[in-house]
């Protein structure tokens, strides 16, 4: 929390916050599509399950697994041009999805795509801190609803475009990432200024946190993290499956129960942030997590009618966590924004992957409808958060991250 005076000298900046939220917007779209276009490619390529799933870990490897990586090294040295640097990779690696003639040049393609996602997330969410004249939620909030919105629009291009137009229609899409290079550049100079001015003293430190219970902090935070995006694989990946399975409705009636999950998503994920600014990161991680069990428990056993009204419950409880457990994570090792905003980042989307293809094999082995019942548990795993330790909102505001 601020005081007002600083408030006034450091205001919210919702022209830099609107513009990485638009760019996260262009680029998950991006990243969404690449996972959507995978049937194009199995039929031009002749390709196998398992060279579909090595696409798969080229890419997650580059967009997951870097993340901390390169949070950690701009942690030690910003570089306010990276966010434009990294759309570039992701540019590359467009183009050369659309002309690849051979399956090695696809996992090149991947890999250049999975980077420029490496490289953005961290930063971005750095950027949005450095944003939000001490309304570390709101600016998260703000920052990650983009990212919501595009994943749920590259699938749609991709059946649009790609699909009927074949592998060239890719390159169509480097426009995207090069209206993103623009935005991104002019956030690079916001940013660039801001490391230009001078460094406010700040009057009071909260003592740290000892090492011990941040570890254990974090770890409990992962934790429900893999709660949170395990079970959101479920329900992303398997609804529709699901709803015909279970209900015998039409496909189309099913992708309507999915637009109102992922519409509860992006309103749970804009308004948890703000709602953690005001009542406390823990609280909402509290709520959000274990307070969702009862719905997720009952989703199993549900009319059709009911199953759309417990899944919207469920998508915005759940999306409304992770703005929380990036802030909170953030207060508790302070100086550490693009490592902690990596890691996270970089974990949730490693997890959603790992989970779609886990709980596709359990489907196949024991049926849709036990693996719903299955992961309808994974939100119990939200009692861990009774080790969360309180952090007292007192820390003076930082002019920069």
């Not at 006034?8 to 680029?27: C, E, Q, V, Y």
């Not at 709803?243 to 309103?267: C, G, P």
Request: proline share 6%; aromatic share 12%; glycine share 10%.
């Amino acid at each position: 929390m601020i005081a007002p005076a600083d408030a006034t000298a450091n205001p919210t900046r919702f022209r830099i916050l609107g513009a990485i939220s638009f760019s996260h917007f262009l680029n998950d779209t991006i990243q969404s599509l690449m996972l959507a276009i995978y049937p194009l490619f199995k039929a031009d390529f002749h390709l196998s399950f398992g060279q579909i799933g090595l696409i798969t870990l080229t890419y997650q490897f580059t967009a997951s697994l870097l993340q901390p990586l390169v949070g950690s090294y701009t942690d030690k040295h910003p570089k306010p041009f990276s966010l434009a640097v990294g759309m570039g990779f992701t540019l590359c690696g467009l183009l050369t999805l659309s002309i690849a003639p051979t399956f090695p040049i696809l996992l090149l393609a991947a890999a250049m795509v999975g980077t420029g996602s490496s490289i953005f997330h961290p930063e971005s969410s750095r950027v949005a801190r450095m944003a939000s004249g001490g309304r570390h939620g709101l600016a998260q909030s703000i920052f990650q609803v983009g990212g919501n919105a595009g994943s749920a629009t590259g699938p749609l291009l991709a059946a649009w475009v790609v699909l009927p137009h074949g592998q060239r229609s890719i390159a169509w899409f480097s426009l995207v990432a090069l209206v993103a290079i623009v935005v991104l550049t002019g956030v690079g100079r916001w940013y660039a200024h801001q490391h230009r001015q001078p460094k406010k003293a700040v009057a009071t430190k909260a003592a740290p946190v000892p090492p011990a219970l941040v570890r254990r902090t974090v770890a409990v935070l992962l934790a429900l993290i893999f709660s949170k995006f395990f079970y959101l694989a479920s329900i992303n990946s398997y609804l529709i499956f699901y709803l015909i399975h279970k209900f015998h409705v039409a496909t189309e009636t099913a992708q309507y129960h999915l637009f109102v999950f992922l519409f509860s998503v992006a309103a749970g994920t804009l308004l948890g942030g703000p709602i953690g600014d005001r009542i406390g990161r823990k609280a909402v991680i509290w709520v959000s997590i274990l307070g969702v069990a009862p719905f997720t428990l009952a989703l199993p056993y549900a009319s059709l009618e009911m199953s759309a009204v417990l899944s919207a419950i469920i998508g915005f409880m759940l999306a409304s966590a992770f703005p929380s457990m990036v802030v909170y994570a953030q207060e508790l090792i302070p100086g550490k924004v693009g490592t902690i905003a990596g890691l996270f980042f970089g974990f949730a989307f490693g997890l959603g992957g790992v989970g779609a293809a886990v709980l596709g094999q359990l489907a196949d082995v024991w049926g849709i409808d036990a693996v719903y019942r299955l992961c309808s548990f994974l939100p119990l795993i939200g009692l861990l958060a009774v080790f969360l330790p309180n952090l007292h909102q007192g820390r003076p505001a930082q002019a920069r991250a």
